[in-house]
Protein backbone atom coordinates (compact mmCIF):
# COMPACT_ATOMS: atom_id res chain seq x y z
CA UNK A 1 0.00 0.00 0.00
CA UNK A 2 1.31 2.97 -0.79
CA UNK A 3 2.10 5.59 2.35
CA UNK A 4 3.38 8.90 2.77
CA UNK A 5 6.72 7.15 3.32
CA UNK A 6 6.77 5.87 -0.16
CA UNK A 7 5.39 9.31 -1.55
CA UNK A 8 8.83 11.63 -0.02
CA UNK A 9 11.40 8.50 -1.03
CA UNK A 10 9.81 8.96 -5.04
CA UNK A 11 9.75 13.48 -3.83
CA UNK A 12 13.69 12.51 -3.57
CA UNK A 13 14.02 10.19 -6.79
CA UNK A 14 12.61 13.08 -8.67
CA UNK A 15 14.30 16.15 -6.84
CA UNK A 16 17.79 14.04 -7.18
CA UNK A 17 17.77 12.19 -10.59
CA UNK A 18 14.44 13.65 -12.31
CA UNK A 19 11.58 11.61 -13.24
CA UNK A 20 12.09 7.54 -12.81
CA UNK A 21 9.51 5.26 -13.97
CA UNK A 22 8.34 2.86 -11.41
CA UNK A 23 6.29 -0.17 -12.10
CA UNK A 24 3.41 1.11 -10.23
CA UNK A 25 3.28 4.66 -11.60
CA UNK A 26 4.03 6.84 -15.33
CA UNK A 27 6.22 9.45 -15.87
CA UNK A 28 5.73 11.77 -18.49
CA UNK A 29 7.66 15.07 -19.66
CA UNK A 30 5.50 18.33 -18.82
CA UNK A 31 6.23 21.43 -20.91
CA UNK A 32 5.73 24.96 -19.93
CA UNK A 33 7.07 28.36 -21.24
CA UNK A 34 8.90 31.09 -18.54
CA UNK A 35 10.14 34.41 -18.84
CA UNK A 36 13.77 35.86 -19.14
CA UNK A 37 15.86 38.68 -19.38
CA UNK A 38 16.05 37.69 -23.44
CA UNK A 39 11.86 36.82 -23.60
CA UNK A 40 9.93 34.15 -23.00
CA UNK A 41 11.16 30.09 -23.42
CA UNK A 42 10.10 26.99 -23.34
CA UNK A 43 10.65 24.48 -20.21
CA UNK A 44 11.05 20.52 -20.30
CA UNK A 45 9.89 19.46 -16.83
CA UNK A 46 9.50 15.64 -15.67
CA UNK A 47 6.14 14.54 -13.54
CA UNK A 48 5.34 11.04 -11.87
CA UNK A 49 1.86 9.84 -11.83
CA UNK A 50 0.95 6.96 -9.34
CA UNK A 51 -2.98 5.99 -9.15
CA UNK A 52 -3.56 3.50 -6.27
CA UNK A 53 -6.47 2.07 -4.47
CA UNK A 54 -8.34 4.31 -1.93
CA UNK A 55 -10.82 6.66 -1.02
CA UNK A 56 -10.47 9.56 -3.38
CA UNK A 57 -7.50 11.81 -2.20
CA UNK A 58 -5.89 13.92 -5.06
CA UNK A 59 -2.17 14.44 -3.64
CA UNK A 60 0.16 17.29 -5.40
CA UNK A 61 3.68 17.79 -4.86
CA UNK A 62 6.20 20.16 -7.03
CA UNK A 63 9.88 21.10 -6.24
CA UNK A 64 9.72 23.75 -5.70
CA UNK A 65 6.05 24.47 -5.00
CA UNK A 66 4.03 26.30 -7.52
CA UNK A 67 0.51 28.09 -8.17
CA UNK A 68 -2.65 26.78 -7.19
CA UNK A 69 -3.53 26.22 -11.01
CA UNK A 70 -1.01 23.06 -11.28
CA UNK A 71 -3.16 21.79 -7.81
CA UNK A 72 -6.19 21.93 -10.02
CA UNK A 73 -5.30 21.21 -13.00
CA UNK A 74 -4.54 17.66 -11.37
CA UNK A 75 -7.65 17.44 -9.22
CA UNK A 76 -9.21 17.86 -12.73
CA UNK A 77 -6.87 15.43 -14.10
CA UNK A 78 -7.98 12.88 -11.56
CA UNK A 79 -11.71 13.37 -12.22
CA UNK A 80 -11.55 13.77 -15.77
CA UNK A 81 -9.55 10.18 -16.20
CA UNK A 82 -11.68 8.60 -14.03
CA UNK A 83 -14.91 9.69 -16.21
CA UNK A 84 -13.36 8.81 -19.01
CA UNK A 85 -12.84 5.15 -18.26
CA UNK A 86 -16.17 5.19 -16.02
CA UNK A 87 -14.52 4.18 -12.75
CA UNK A 88 -15.07 5.57 -9.78
CA UNK A 89 -13.03 8.30 -8.45
CA UNK A 90 -13.43 7.80 -4.80
CA UNK A 91 -11.70 4.07 -5.24
CA UNK A 92 -8.78 5.70 -6.02
CA UNK A 93 -5.83 7.84 -4.70
CA UNK A 94 -3.83 9.80 -6.97
CA UNK A 95 -0.34 11.09 -6.48
CA UNK A 96 0.96 14.07 -8.62
CA UNK A 97 4.87 14.45 -8.29
CA UNK A 98 6.32 17.11 -10.35
CA UNK A 99 9.42 19.03 -11.10
CA UNK A 100 9.67 22.19 -11.30
CA UNK A 101 13.79 22.99 -12.50
CA UNK A 102 12.70 26.85 -12.86
CA UNK A 103 10.08 29.40 -12.01
CA UNK A 104 7.58 28.77 -14.77
CA UNK A 105 4.65 30.97 -15.94
CA UNK A 106 1.26 30.05 -14.30
CA UNK A 107 -1.14 27.92 -16.42
CA UNK A 108 -3.01 24.83 -16.66
CA UNK A 109 -1.37 23.87 -19.63
CA UNK A 110 -0.10 20.57 -18.00
CA UNK A 111 -3.59 19.24 -17.50
CA UNK A 112 -3.83 17.42 -20.44
CA UNK A 113 -0.78 15.58 -19.92
CA UNK A 114 -1.46 14.85 -16.31
CA UNK A 115 -5.07 13.23 -17.57
CA UNK A 116 -3.06 10.79 -19.97
CA UNK A 117 -0.69 9.83 -17.61
CA UNK A 118 -3.68 9.00 -14.85
CA UNK A 119 -5.40 7.13 -17.80
CA UNK A 120 -2.51 5.02 -18.04
CA UNK A 121 -1.63 4.41 -14.49
CA UNK A 122 -5.24 3.43 -13.79
CA UNK A 123 -5.21 1.00 -16.81
CA UNK A 124 -1.08 0.18 -16.70
CA UNK A 125 -0.83 1.39 -19.95
CA UNK A 126 3.47 2.47 -21.00
CA UNK A 127 3.52 5.58 -23.43
CA UNK A 128 5.91 6.05 -26.10
CA UNK A 129 8.57 7.69 -26.19
CA UNK A 130 9.26 11.06 -27.43
CA UNK A 131 5.59 12.38 -27.60
CA UNK A 132 5.39 15.94 -25.77
CA UNK A 133 1.63 17.40 -24.98
CA UNK A 134 0.50 20.91 -24.37
CA UNK A 135 -2.82 21.65 -23.69
CA UNK A 136 -5.56 21.96 -20.61
CA UNK A 137 -8.34 19.71 -20.01
CA UNK A 138 -11.71 20.53 -19.97
CA UNK A 139 -14.22 18.56 -17.64
CA UNK A 140 -16.22 17.73 -20.65
CA UNK A 141 -13.13 15.68 -21.87
CA UNK A 142 -11.69 18.36 -24.71
CA UNK A 143 -7.84 19.66 -24.74
CA UNK A 144 -8.29 23.29 -24.46
CA UNK A 145 -6.38 25.95 -25.65
CA UNK A 146 -2.88 27.51 -23.79
CA UNK A 147 -0.04 30.23 -24.66
CA UNK A 148 3.33 30.22 -25.18
CA UNK A 149 3.31 26.80 -28.10
CA UNK A 150 6.40 28.22 -30.28
CA UNK A 151 8.26 28.46 -27.40
CA UNK A 152 7.25 24.76 -25.93
CA UNK A 153 8.03 23.20 -29.09
CA UNK A 154 11.79 24.74 -29.53
CA UNK A 155 11.64 23.26 -25.70
CA UNK A 156 10.19 19.80 -26.69
CA UNK A 157 12.55 19.89 -29.91
CA UNK A 158 15.94 20.01 -27.70
CA UNK A 159 15.11 17.21 -25.74
CA UNK A 160 14.76 14.90 -28.50
CA UNK A 161 10.85 14.75 -28.93
CA UNK A 162 9.43 13.56 -32.27
CA UNK A 163 5.82 13.95 -32.00
CA UNK A 164 4.35 17.35 -30.43
CA UNK A 165 0.52 17.35 -29.32
CA UNK A 166 -1.59 20.79 -29.45
CA UNK A 167 -4.95 21.90 -29.09
CA UNK A 168 -6.80 21.93 -32.01
CA UNK A 169 -6.79 25.17 -34.00
CA UNK A 170 -3.87 26.21 -32.74
CA UNK A 171 -1.55 25.67 -35.44
CA UNK A 172 -1.04 28.95 -36.00
CA UNK A 173 -0.83 30.84 -33.46
CA UNK A 174 0.02 34.58 -32.46
CA UNK A 175 2.64 35.68 -29.75
CA UNK A 176 4.53 38.88 -28.62
CA UNK A 177 8.05 39.71 -28.87
CA UNK A 178 10.24 42.55 -27.58
CA UNK A 179 12.28 44.52 -30.05
CA UNK A 180 14.48 47.49 -29.86
CA UNK A 181 14.45 50.11 -31.57
CA UNK A 182 16.97 53.36 -31.83
CA UNK A 183 16.09 56.74 -31.63
CA UNK A 184 19.54 58.57 -31.69
CA UNK A 185 21.24 57.98 -28.02
CA UNK A 186 18.00 56.37 -27.25
CA UNK A 187 17.36 52.69 -27.55
CA UNK A 188 13.35 52.09 -27.25
CA UNK A 189 11.98 48.16 -26.00
CA UNK A 190 8.47 47.98 -28.36
CA UNK A 191 6.62 44.20 -28.37
CA UNK A 192 5.37 43.01 -31.73
CA UNK A 193 3.32 40.87 -32.89
CA UNK A 194 3.68 37.71 -35.19
CA UNK A 195 2.08 34.70 -36.26
CA UNK A 196 4.31 31.49 -36.29
CA UNK A 197 3.11 28.40 -37.95
CA UNK A 198 3.42 25.73 -35.19
CA UNK A 199 3.59 23.01 -38.18
CA UNK A 200 5.89 24.50 -40.59
CA UNK A 201 8.57 25.32 -37.25
CA UNK A 202 8.25 21.40 -36.54
CA UNK A 203 9.14 20.44 -39.63
CA UNK A 204 12.59 22.29 -39.27
CA UNK A 205 12.79 21.32 -35.57
CA UNK A 206 12.51 17.44 -37.22
CA UNK A 207 9.16 17.50 -34.79
CA UNK A 208 6.04 16.26 -36.29
CA UNK A 209 3.15 18.89 -34.83
CA UNK A 210 -0.47 17.58 -34.21
CA UNK A 211 -3.78 18.67 -33.10
CA UNK A 212 -5.61 16.98 -31.12
CA UNK A 213 -9.17 17.57 -29.81
CA UNK A 214 -10.26 15.06 -26.71
CA UNK A 215 -8.00 13.60 -24.51
CA UNK A 216 -9.38 10.06 -26.15
CA UNK A 217 -7.06 11.71 -28.92
CA UNK A 218 -3.80 12.60 -26.87
CA UNK A 219 -4.28 8.95 -25.27
CA UNK A 220 -4.50 7.46 -28.82
CA UNK A 221 -1.01 9.44 -29.62
CA UNK A 222 1.07 8.24 -26.42
CA UNK A 223 -0.44 4.84 -26.04
CA UNK A 224 -1.66 3.53 -28.98
CA UNK A 225 -4.65 2.69 -27.45
CA UNK A 226 -8.46 3.42 -28.25
CA UNK A 227 -11.15 4.76 -26.14
CA UNK A 228 -13.91 4.48 -27.79
CA UNK A 229 -17.33 6.46 -26.64
CA UNK A 230 -20.53 4.82 -26.34
CA UNK A 231 -23.61 6.55 -27.94
CA UNK A 232 -26.97 6.28 -26.87
CA UNK A 233 -30.15 5.75 -29.72
CA UNK A 234 -32.69 5.41 -27.38
CA UNK A 235 -35.49 7.71 -26.03
CA UNK A 236 -34.51 9.90 -23.11
CA UNK A 237 -37.98 11.98 -22.34
CA UNK A 238 -39.84 7.94 -22.17
CA UNK A 239 -43.32 7.34 -21.34
CA UNK A 240 -42.96 6.43 -17.72
CA UNK A 241 -40.77 9.89 -17.12
CA UNK A 242 -43.59 11.58 -19.23
CA UNK A 243 -46.04 9.97 -17.00
CA UNK A 244 -44.50 11.17 -13.76
CA UNK A 245 -43.72 15.10 -14.10
CA UNK A 246 -46.92 15.28 -16.64
CA UNK A 247 -49.33 15.09 -12.97
CA UNK A 248 -47.52 17.44 -11.44
CA UNK A 249 -47.24 20.04 -14.40
CA UNK A 250 -50.76 19.67 -15.37
CA UNK A 251 -51.27 20.77 -11.05
CA UNK A 252 -49.18 23.93 -11.49
CA UNK A 253 -50.55 24.84 -14.87
CA UNK A 254 -54.62 24.88 -13.22
CA UNK A 255 -53.06 26.26 -9.90
CA UNK A 256 -51.09 29.52 -11.68
CA UNK A 257 -53.56 30.25 -13.84
CA UNK A 258 -56.24 30.28 -10.94
CA UNK A 259 -53.90 32.39 -8.92
CA UNK A 260 -53.64 34.27 -12.16
CA UNK A 261 -57.13 35.10 -12.88
CA UNK A 262 -57.32 35.50 -9.28
CA UNK A 263 -54.49 38.47 -8.41
CA UNK A 264 -55.40 39.87 -12.03
CA UNK A 265 -58.79 40.78 -10.61
CA UNK A 266 -57.97 41.80 -7.05
CA UNK A 267 -54.56 43.62 -8.80
CA UNK A 268 -55.31 44.48 -12.06
CA UNK A 269 -52.91 47.15 -12.85
CA UNK A 270 -49.36 45.75 -11.08
CA UNK A 271 -46.71 44.53 -13.71
CA UNK A 272 -45.95 42.03 -11.69
CA UNK A 273 -49.37 40.52 -12.40
CA UNK A 274 -48.86 41.81 -16.69
CA UNK A 275 -45.12 40.17 -16.37
CA UNK A 276 -46.80 36.44 -14.81
CA UNK A 277 -48.84 37.02 -17.49
CA UNK A 278 -46.06 36.27 -20.05
CA UNK A 279 -44.05 33.69 -18.54
CA UNK A 280 -47.65 31.56 -17.99
CA UNK A 281 -47.81 31.93 -21.81
CA UNK A 282 -44.64 30.47 -22.45
CA UNK A 283 -45.14 27.90 -19.90
CA UNK A 284 -48.32 26.55 -21.42
CA UNK A 285 -46.59 26.36 -24.97
CA UNK A 286 -43.44 24.50 -22.99
CA UNK A 287 -46.23 22.40 -21.32
CA UNK A 288 -47.79 21.56 -24.74
CA UNK A 289 -44.38 20.34 -26.20
CA UNK A 290 -43.93 18.07 -23.42
CA UNK A 291 -41.42 19.87 -21.79
CA UNK A 292 -43.06 19.51 -18.33
CA UNK A 293 -39.62 19.82 -16.07
CA UNK A 294 -39.14 23.20 -17.93
CA UNK A 295 -43.47 24.39 -17.76
CA UNK A 296 -42.90 23.52 -14.31
CA UNK A 297 -39.96 26.12 -13.79
CA UNK A 298 -41.76 28.85 -15.50
CA UNK A 299 -45.24 28.35 -13.68
CA UNK A 300 -42.75 28.40 -10.33
CA UNK A 301 -41.56 31.71 -11.73
CA UNK A 302 -45.08 32.89 -12.32
CA UNK A 303 -46.34 32.44 -9.41
CA UNK A 304 -43.38 34.33 -7.61
CA UNK A 305 -44.26 37.06 -9.79
CA UNK A 306 -48.25 37.13 -8.80
CA UNK A 307 -47.60 36.27 -5.32
CA UNK A 308 -45.16 39.69 -4.80
CA UNK A 309 -48.15 41.42 -6.86
CA UNK A 310 -50.51 40.58 -4.42
CA UNK A 311 -47.97 41.16 -0.89
CA UNK A 312 -47.03 44.53 -2.07
CA UNK A 313 -50.78 45.59 -2.76
CA UNK A 314 -51.31 44.22 0.90
CA UNK A 315 -48.62 45.78 2.12
CA UNK A 316 -49.80 49.30 0.18
CA UNK A 317 -53.27 48.86 1.86
CA UNK A 318 -51.29 47.80 5.42
CA UNK A 319 -52.26 49.74 8.19
CA UNK A 320 -49.17 48.62 10.44
CA UNK A 321 -46.69 47.64 7.38
CA UNK A 322 -44.43 46.38 9.67
CA UNK A 323 -46.88 44.25 11.31
CA UNK A 324 -48.07 43.37 8.25
CA UNK A 325 -44.02 42.29 6.80
CA UNK A 326 -43.60 40.42 10.13
CA UNK A 327 -46.88 38.68 9.43
CA UNK A 328 -45.24 37.85 6.01
CA UNK A 329 -41.86 36.41 7.16
CA UNK A 330 -44.15 34.09 10.05
CA UNK A 331 -46.48 33.08 6.93
CA UNK A 332 -43.42 31.94 4.77
CA UNK A 333 -41.45 30.23 7.49
CA UNK A 334 -44.41 28.06 8.48
CA UNK A 335 -44.11 26.95 4.42
CA UNK A 336 -40.73 26.31 5.38
CA UNK A 337 -41.46 24.26 8.27
CA UNK A 338 -44.01 22.18 6.58
CA UNK A 339 -41.26 21.19 3.79
CA UNK A 340 -39.36 20.70 6.53
CA UNK A 341 -41.83 18.36 8.33
CA UNK A 342 -42.51 16.51 4.73
CA UNK A 343 -38.74 15.68 4.35
CA UNK A 344 -38.82 14.35 7.90
CA UNK A 345 -41.84 12.18 7.17
CA UNK A 346 -40.25 10.40 3.77
CA UNK A 347 -36.71 10.31 4.95
CA UNK A 348 -37.67 8.56 8.29
CA UNK A 349 -36.95 5.16 7.28
CA UNK A 350 -33.38 6.17 5.15
CA UNK A 351 -33.16 7.28 1.47
CA UNK A 352 -33.99 5.38 -1.12
CA UNK A 353 -34.45 7.63 -3.58
CA UNK A 354 -31.60 9.84 -3.33
CA UNK A 355 -32.33 12.71 -6.55
CA UNK A 356 -35.97 13.36 -5.12
CA UNK A 357 -34.89 13.79 -1.75
CA UNK A 358 -31.39 16.00 -2.76
CA UNK A 359 -33.53 18.32 -4.93
CA UNK A 360 -35.66 18.44 -2.16
CA UNK A 361 -32.98 19.26 0.63
CA UNK A 362 -31.34 21.65 -1.90
CA UNK A 363 -34.84 23.74 -2.32
CA UNK A 364 -35.73 23.86 1.28
CA UNK A 365 -31.90 25.01 2.10
CA UNK A 366 -32.42 27.71 -0.51
CA UNK A 367 -35.81 28.81 0.83
CA UNK A 368 -34.27 29.40 4.22
CA UNK A 369 -31.65 30.99 3.16
CA UNK A 370 -33.56 33.54 1.21
CA UNK A 371 -35.87 34.31 4.65
CA UNK A 372 -33.32 34.90 6.19
CA UNK A 373 -31.76 37.07 3.73
CA UNK A 374 -35.34 38.71 3.38
CA UNK A 375 -34.89 39.01 7.40
CA UNK A 376 -32.08 41.40 7.05
CA UNK A 377 -33.43 44.08 4.48
CA UNK A 378 -34.78 47.20 5.38
CA UNK A 379 -36.39 47.85 1.52
CA UNK A 380 -40.00 46.41 1.47
CA UNK A 381 -40.19 46.05 -2.57
CA UNK A 382 -36.79 43.54 -1.96
CA UNK A 383 -38.01 41.98 1.31
CA UNK A 384 -41.27 40.88 -0.53
CA UNK A 385 -39.81 39.60 -3.56
CA UNK A 386 -37.31 37.74 -1.04
CA UNK A 387 -40.14 36.14 1.04
CA UNK A 388 -42.00 35.56 -1.92
CA UNK A 389 -39.35 33.22 -3.91
CA UNK A 390 -38.14 31.65 -0.27
CA UNK A 391 -42.38 31.00 0.19
CA UNK A 392 -42.64 29.71 -3.91
CA UNK A 393 -39.61 27.47 -3.67
CA UNK A 394 -40.25 26.18 -0.38
CA UNK A 395 -42.95 24.48 -2.29
CA UNK A 396 -40.88 23.06 -4.86
CA UNK A 397 -39.84 20.86 -2.30
CA UNK A 398 -43.02 19.51 -2.09
CA UNK A 399 -43.26 18.60 -5.22
CA UNK A 400 -39.85 16.98 -5.88
CA UNK A 401 -41.25 14.30 -2.89
CA UNK A 402 -44.23 13.67 -5.18
CA UNK A 403 -41.98 12.81 -7.94
CA UNK A 404 -40.30 10.47 -5.69
CA UNK A 405 -39.52 6.48 -7.30
CA UNK A 406 -38.81 4.47 -3.90
CA UNK A 407 -37.82 1.27 -4.44
CA UNK A 408 -36.64 -1.83 -1.81
CA UNK A 409 -33.20 -0.31 -1.10
CA UNK A 410 -31.99 2.80 1.21
CA UNK A 411 -28.42 4.03 0.57
CA UNK A 412 -26.94 4.29 4.36
CA UNK A 413 -26.69 7.50 5.88
CA UNK A 414 -23.03 6.88 6.56
CA UNK A 415 -22.11 6.40 2.75
CA UNK A 416 -24.47 9.37 1.81
CA UNK A 417 -22.20 11.25 4.91
CA UNK A 418 -19.08 10.37 3.25
CA UNK A 419 -19.60 10.53 -0.70
CA UNK A 420 -20.52 14.53 0.88
CA UNK A 421 -17.43 15.53 2.40
CA UNK A 422 -15.54 14.28 -0.75
CA UNK A 423 -18.02 15.76 -3.51
CA UNK A 424 -17.91 19.13 -1.26
CA UNK A 425 -13.89 19.46 -1.18
CA UNK A 426 -13.91 18.61 -5.07
CA UNK A 427 -16.31 21.34 -5.77
CA UNK A 428 -14.37 23.60 -3.52
CA UNK A 429 -11.18 22.89 -5.75
CA UNK A 430 -12.55 23.34 -8.94
CA UNK A 431 -14.40 26.14 -7.50
CA UNK A 432 -10.93 27.30 -6.68
CA UNK A 433 -9.18 26.65 -10.00
CA UNK A 434 -11.83 28.56 -11.93
CA UNK A 435 -11.20 31.70 -9.78
CA UNK A 436 -7.87 31.39 -10.95
CA UNK A 437 -7.88 31.34 -14.42
CA UNK A 438 -10.40 34.37 -14.30
CA UNK A 439 -8.06 36.03 -12.33
CA UNK A 440 -5.26 35.60 -14.93
CA UNK A 441 -7.89 36.43 -17.29
CA UNK A 442 -7.63 39.78 -16.06
CA UNK A 443 -11.52 39.63 -15.11
CA UNK A 444 -13.31 40.37 -11.73
CA UNK A 445 -16.89 38.56 -13.34
CA UNK A 446 -18.48 38.29 -9.81
CA UNK A 447 -21.80 36.71 -11.43
CA UNK A 448 -19.82 33.60 -12.42
CA UNK A 449 -17.71 33.54 -9.19
CA UNK A 450 -21.00 34.28 -6.89
CA UNK A 451 -23.15 31.75 -8.53
CA UNK A 452 -20.65 28.63 -7.97
CA UNK A 453 -19.67 30.28 -4.40
CA UNK A 454 -23.38 30.28 -3.52
CA UNK A 455 -23.74 26.52 -4.21
CA UNK A 456 -20.87 25.52 -2.18
CA UNK A 457 -22.25 27.55 1.00
CA UNK A 458 -25.28 25.81 0.57
CA UNK A 459 -23.62 22.64 0.50
CA UNK A 460 -22.22 23.25 3.69
CA UNK A 461 -25.37 24.26 5.04
CA UNK A 462 -26.87 20.69 4.15
CA UNK A 463 -23.76 18.55 5.26
CA UNK A 464 -23.72 20.52 8.89
CA UNK A 465 -27.69 19.58 8.87
CA UNK A 466 -27.71 16.27 7.55
CA UNK A 467 -28.93 16.85 4.10
CA UNK A 468 -26.25 15.16 2.92
CA UNK A 469 -27.82 14.06 -0.42
CA UNK A 470 -28.97 17.87 -0.76
CA UNK A 471 -25.17 18.78 -0.34
CA UNK A 472 -24.28 16.54 -2.75
CA UNK A 473 -25.85 17.65 -5.59
CA UNK A 474 -25.24 21.25 -4.63
CA UNK A 475 -21.49 20.46 -4.74
CA UNK A 476 -22.42 19.24 -8.14
CA UNK A 477 -24.12 22.52 -8.99
CA UNK A 478 -20.95 24.31 -8.34
CA UNK A 479 -18.69 21.86 -9.84
CA UNK A 480 -20.63 22.33 -13.35
CA UNK A 481 -20.95 25.54 -13.11
CA UNK A 482 -16.94 26.25 -12.37
CA UNK A 483 -16.34 23.61 -14.81
CA UNK A 484 -18.70 25.43 -17.71
CA UNK A 485 -16.67 28.34 -17.32
CA UNK A 486 -13.62 26.99 -17.35
CA UNK A 487 -14.57 25.07 -20.39
CA UNK A 488 -15.52 28.59 -22.01
CA UNK A 489 -12.23 30.08 -21.39
CA UNK A 490 -10.79 29.13 -24.36
CA UNK A 491 -11.79 29.14 -28.68
CA UNK A 492 -14.50 26.97 -27.71
CA UNK A 493 -16.66 25.46 -30.29
CA UNK A 494 -19.96 25.98 -28.76
CA UNK A 495 -22.09 24.06 -31.26
CA UNK A 496 -19.56 20.88 -30.83
CA UNK A 497 -19.59 20.98 -27.12
CA UNK A 498 -23.39 21.61 -26.98
CA UNK A 499 -23.51 18.38 -29.00
CA UNK A 500 -20.60 16.06 -27.18
CA UNK A 501 -22.66 17.13 -23.87
CA UNK A 502 -25.89 15.90 -25.06
CA UNK A 503 -24.56 12.41 -26.08
CA UNK A 504 -22.60 12.26 -22.53
CA UNK A 505 -25.88 12.54 -20.78
CA UNK A 506 -27.80 10.12 -23.06
CA UNK A 507 -25.36 7.48 -22.03
CA UNK A 508 -25.60 8.72 -17.94
CA UNK A 509 -28.84 8.35 -17.99
CA UNK A 510 -29.06 5.00 -19.91
CA UNK A 511 -26.25 3.74 -17.74
CA UNK A 512 -28.41 4.52 -14.87
CA UNK A 513 -31.74 3.04 -16.06
CA UNK A 514 -29.82 -0.47 -16.68
CA UNK A 515 -28.79 -0.78 -13.28
CA UNK A 516 -32.17 -0.16 -12.27
CA UNK A 517 -32.56 3.60 -11.68
CA UNK A 518 -34.99 6.16 -12.95
CA UNK A 519 -32.98 9.31 -12.64
CA UNK A 520 -35.58 12.09 -13.01
CA UNK A 521 -33.52 14.84 -11.41
CA UNK A 522 -31.01 13.95 -14.35
CA UNK A 523 -33.35 13.48 -17.29
CA UNK A 524 -35.46 16.88 -15.69
CA UNK A 525 -32.15 18.78 -16.48
CA UNK A 526 -31.61 17.20 -19.89
CA UNK A 527 -35.11 18.21 -20.76
CA UNK A 528 -34.13 21.66 -19.32
CA UNK A 529 -31.14 21.88 -21.16
CA UNK A 530 -33.49 21.44 -24.77
CA UNK A 531 -35.29 24.05 -23.94
CA UNK A 532 -32.32 26.42 -23.16
CA UNK A 533 -31.11 29.34 -25.40
CA UNK A 534 -27.88 30.33 -24.69
CA UNK A 535 -24.33 28.34 -24.72
CA UNK A 536 -24.02 28.36 -20.86
CA UNK A 537 -27.14 27.32 -20.07
CA UNK A 538 -27.37 24.05 -22.45
CA UNK A 539 -23.60 22.91 -21.54
CA UNK A 540 -24.02 23.08 -17.82
CA UNK A 541 -27.66 21.71 -17.75
CA UNK A 542 -26.67 18.66 -19.87
CA UNK A 543 -23.28 18.54 -17.90
CA UNK A 544 -25.18 18.69 -14.84
CA UNK A 545 -27.55 15.48 -16.09
CA UNK A 546 -24.46 13.76 -16.98
CA UNK A 547 -23.09 14.00 -13.36
CA UNK A 548 -26.60 13.15 -11.42
CA UNK A 549 -26.98 10.13 -13.00
CA UNK A 550 -23.76 9.04 -12.66
CA UNK A 551 -23.70 9.81 -9.09
CA UNK A 552 -26.61 8.29 -8.46
CA UNK A 553 -25.62 4.71 -10.41
CA UNK A 554 -22.57 4.99 -7.53
CA UNK A 555 -25.00 6.22 -4.61
CA UNK A 556 -27.23 3.47 -5.09
CA UNK A 557 -24.42 0.31 -5.68
CA UNK A 558 -24.14 0.97 -2.08
CA UNK A 559 -27.83 0.45 -1.09
CA UNK A 560 -29.32 -2.17 1.24
CA UNK A 561 -32.65 -4.03 1.59
CA UNK A 562 -35.20 -1.82 3.62
CA UNK A 563 -39.06 -2.97 4.00
CA UNK A 564 -40.15 0.53 4.63
CA UNK A 565 -41.85 2.47 2.36
CA UNK A 566 -41.71 6.46 2.62
CA UNK A 567 -44.38 8.70 2.96
CA UNK A 568 -45.21 11.07 0.23
CA UNK A 569 -46.63 14.47 0.74
CA UNK A 570 -49.77 16.29 0.23
CA UNK A 571 -49.03 19.27 -1.52
CA UNK A 572 -51.72 22.24 -0.57
CA UNK A 573 -52.80 23.86 -3.23
CA UNK A 574 -53.23 27.68 -3.77
CA UNK A 575 -55.48 29.43 -1.15
CA UNK A 576 -56.69 32.89 -2.39
CA UNK A 577 -55.24 35.62 0.11
CA UNK A 578 -57.63 36.96 2.51
CA UNK A 579 -58.78 40.55 2.09
CA UNK A 580 -56.75 43.19 3.42
CA UNK A 581 -57.41 46.54 5.10
CA UNK A 582 -59.06 49.37 3.65
CA UNK A 583 -55.62 51.22 2.19
CA UNK A 584 -53.82 54.13 4.51
CA UNK A 585 -51.07 55.08 1.62
CA UNK A 586 -50.06 55.55 -1.61
CA UNK A 587 -49.11 52.42 -3.47
CA UNK A 588 -45.43 52.71 -4.85
CA UNK A 589 -44.60 52.49 -8.65
CA UNK A 590 -42.90 49.33 -8.94
CA UNK A 591 -40.32 49.26 -11.99
CA UNK A 592 -38.61 45.68 -10.80
CA UNK A 593 -38.86 42.91 -13.15
CA UNK A 594 -38.90 39.58 -11.79
CA UNK A 595 -38.09 36.50 -13.36
CA UNK A 596 -35.89 33.80 -11.74
CA UNK A 597 -33.32 33.04 -14.86
CA UNK A 598 -31.17 29.71 -14.93
CA UNK A 599 -27.81 30.57 -16.18
CA UNK A 600 -28.20 33.83 -18.21
CA UNK A 601 -26.31 36.36 -16.49
CA UNK A 602 -23.37 33.85 -16.20
CA UNK A 603 -23.71 33.33 -19.85
CA UNK A 604 -23.09 36.70 -21.28
CA UNK A 605 -20.30 36.92 -19.04
CA UNK A 606 -18.40 33.61 -19.59
CA UNK A 607 -18.73 34.41 -23.51
CA UNK A 608 -16.51 37.45 -22.92
CA UNK A 609 -13.91 35.12 -21.85
CA UNK A 610 -13.27 33.56 -24.94
CA UNK A 611 -9.93 34.00 -25.97
CA UNK A 612 -8.86 36.39 -23.59
CA UNK A 613 -7.18 33.68 -21.71
CA UNK A 614 -4.47 33.48 -24.58
CA UNK A 615 -3.17 36.91 -24.17
CA UNK A 616 -2.56 36.58 -20.45
CA UNK A 617 -0.54 33.47 -20.75
Known amino acids: MFNKFLLLFLVFLVTLNGVHALEDGVSI ?157 LIIPEEKEETVDVVKLGKKLNVTVKEVNTIQDAVLAFTGREITKPVYKGAILTPDYLNLLEPLASNLKN ?83 SSESDHSNFTLYGISDVEATGAAESRITAARAKLEEAKKLNNADEKIFSLAFANERARTAQWWLTLATPHDKIVPGSVLKDRTGWYLSQAQSINTYMKTLIAESGGVHTEIITASDDDINHAQKEMERGYYAGAIFDSLQATIKASTTIGLLGNADADKKIEEGMEAAKVAINEARLA ?46 SDKKPVKPTITPYVTEPAMPAPTATAKKQKTKIEVPAFEAIAAIAAILIVRRLNKK
Not at 51 to 78: E, I, K, M, W
Not at 516 to 539: C, F, H, Q, R, W
Open 29 to 185: PLVADRSTDEGDEGVLLGALVIVTNGTGHVFVDTNPYTQVDLQGSARLAAMVASDVLGVDQKSYDFYYIIDISSPIIGGPSAGGALTVATIAAINKWTLKPGVVMTGMINPDESIGPVGGIPYKLEAAAAKNATLFLIPEGQSSVAIKKTVTKSKGA
Open 516 to 561: GIEPTLAVSAYEYAETMTNTYDKISQYSYAKMIAKTSVVLNSRAVA
Open 255 to 337: ESRGMYENTATSVPKSQFVEQAKDILERADKTYDDKKYYAATSSYFNAMINLRVAQWNDGYSKAGDKEQYLEELVNKVEKQIQ
